[in-house]
């Protein structure tokens, strides 16, 4: 089992009911992550990229550091200004006490975008993964909390986190007011070990700091999804009422607008039914338009080339079947109706890994032909991809 599903496998059980979005919950020994991102592939990734702040950042004793002190500005031909990390300069920083901040380096490493992908299908929403890195028990950005419950996978190393708890219960981005600032000791204070995983809720407040020597993990970002959400795409699907769309009765006299609530109230209450809920994620999850990957050279249709590898790129596409058998799979905002056969497609590919055009051929029956005239659908409209040939 890879450290991946390792990851996963741990986050199943009973911490979803038990744990996520109340609690923090430590696992450690998960597995073997060295090789999911490793030294050289920051070293490559600062060296080939363009990463202007805030893609790529310095923080020391709760500020960020200036980038003038580890990049100096290039003007292309073309007469755009970016700035060139000097490896000299971001060596001095980081010997000094800064941490680095890398973010989204799921869109910048296949191994981490498997990750998140990986969680996006598990926890059914959007996953960013950022990567932080330091090398003294400074701690580089203070006590604070963030916006998004997290997975934290130690890589190398070890970091000493010290656990507050909230102070305001699930905080937002957007939100009315702001947490207080905590008053009292952490209430827990643990240390990652390379190989261990953490879970933080939203709003928990948080200091981190090496213990020794250099560290380098994961937080994987998880997207809250809240009842605010379920509100608002509760409000644009309930524009097919008369009573919704209506104007608000504000010059009627007062029985009219009494009247007029009461019949607003219940559009709201009977849209709220049970399984509402699991409507609204599948709803949100089949227009995602997921992480999107050209499918080169291929642009006219996808051969019938049994050795050709696609994947799903949409990750919350679902399925359903209908009164008739046919299979009706939404991703990406589409929708398409299949016949029965086509399930094994669907199934094989919803599972998040790479298969031959071959494989999905054998898997359900279907000639080869028709196998690639379906994924040829698919990748028309942004949902999977096709690579070279294995």
């Known amino acids: 089992m890879t450290a991946i599903s390792s990851a996963v496998r741990s986050l199943g059980g009973d911490f979803p009911a038990e744990a996520f979005g109340r609690t923090y919950r430590l696992w450690p020994r998960v597995g073997d992550f060295s090789d999911l991102f490793t030294w050289d592939d920051l070293n490559k990734i600062i060296a080939r990229h363009?990463?202007?702040?805030?893609?790529?950042?310095?923080?020391?004793?709760?500020?960020?550091?200036?980038?003038?002190?580890?990049?100096?500005?290039?003007?292309?031909?073309?007469?755009?200004?970016?700035?060139?990390?000097?490896?000299?300069?971001?060596?001095?920083?980081?010997?000094?006490?800064?941490?680095?901040?890398?973010?989204?380096?799921?869109?910048?490493?296949?191994?981490?975008?498997?990750?998140?992908?990986?969680?996006?299908?598990?926890?059914?929403?959007?996953?960013?993964?950022?990567?932080?890195?330091?090398?003294?028990?400074?701690?580089?950005?203070?006590?604070?909390?963030?916006?998004?419950?997290?997975?934290?996978i130690q890589l190398e190393g070890a970091k000493r986190w010290k656990l507050y708890g909230a102070?305001?219960?699930?905080?937002?981005?957007?939100?009315?007011?702001?947490?207080?600032?905590?008053?009292?000791?952490?209430?827990?204070?643990?240390?990652?070990?390379?190989?261990?995983?953490?879970?933080?809720?939203?709003?928990?407040?948080?200091?981190?700091?090496?213990?020794?020597?250099?560290?380098?993990?994961?937080?994987?970002?998880?997207?809250?999804?809240?009842?605010?959400?379920?509100?608002?795409?509760?409000?644009?699907?309930?524009?097919?009422?008369?009573?919704v769309r209506a104007n608000l009765p504000y010059f009627a006299p007062p029985d009219e607008r009494t009247t007029y609530l009461q019949a607003l109230r219940k559009e709201f209450t009977d849209a709220l039914q049970e399984g509402v809920i699991e409507e609204f994620i599948n709803a949100r999850g089949s227009t995602d338009p997921g992480r999107p990957i050209p499918s080169l050279p291929f642009v006219d249709g996808i051969p019938a080339d049994g050795r050709l590898c696609v994947r799903l790129t949409a990750a919350g596409a679902w399925y359903g079947v209908d009164e008739d058998g046919?299979?009706?799979?939404?991703?990406?905002?589409?929708?398409?109706?299949?016949?029965?056969?086509?399930?094994?497609?669907?199934?094989?590919?919803?599972?998040?890994?790479?298969?031959?055009?071959?494989?999905?051929?054998?898997?359900?029956?279907?000639?080869?032909?028709?196998?690639?005239?379906?994924?040829s659908e698919l990748v028309e409209a942004g949902v999977a991809a096709v690579s070279g040939r294995r």
């Open 167 to 243: 102070t305001r219960i699930d905080p937002l981005r957007v939100d009315t007011e702001a947490p207080e600032p905590p008053t009292g000791g952490p209430v827990a204070e643990i240390v990652l070990q390379a190989g261990d995983m953490l879970y933080l809720p939203r709003g928990w407040w948080h200091a981190v700091a090496a213990t020794e020597g250099r560290s380098l993990h994961l937080t994987c970002g998880l997207k809250p999804t809240t009842g605010a959400d379920l509100l608002s795409w509760l409000s644009d699907r309930l524009r097919v009422s008369d009573t």
């Open 326 to 375: 046919h299979v009706v799979f939404s991703a990406g905002g589409k929708e398409w109706t299949f016949s029965s056969p086509v399930l094994a497609v669907i199934k094989l590919l919803l599972e998040g890994n790479a298969a031959t055009l071959g494989e999905l051929s054998v898997s359900s029956g279907l000639p080869l032909g028709r196998v690639a005239a379906l994924v």
């Open 50 to 152: 363009r990463l202007e702040p805030p893609r790529l950042r310095l923080f020391g004793d709760g500020s960020q550091i200036p980038q003038h002190r580890y990049a100096h500005p290039v003007v292309s031909k073309r007469h755009t200004v970016w700035h060139r990390i000097e490896p000299a300069g971001l060596h001095h920083q980081l010997k000094d006490g800064a941490s680095l901040v890398l973010d989204a380096v799921d869109a910048l490493h296949p191994g981490v975008e498997a990750l998140a992908t990986t969680l996006e299908r598990h926890f059914r929403t959007d996953v960013q993964v950022n990567l932080y890195a330091s090398w003294t028990p400074k701690e580089g950005f203070g006590v604070h909390w963030d916006d998004h419950d997290v997975v934290v």
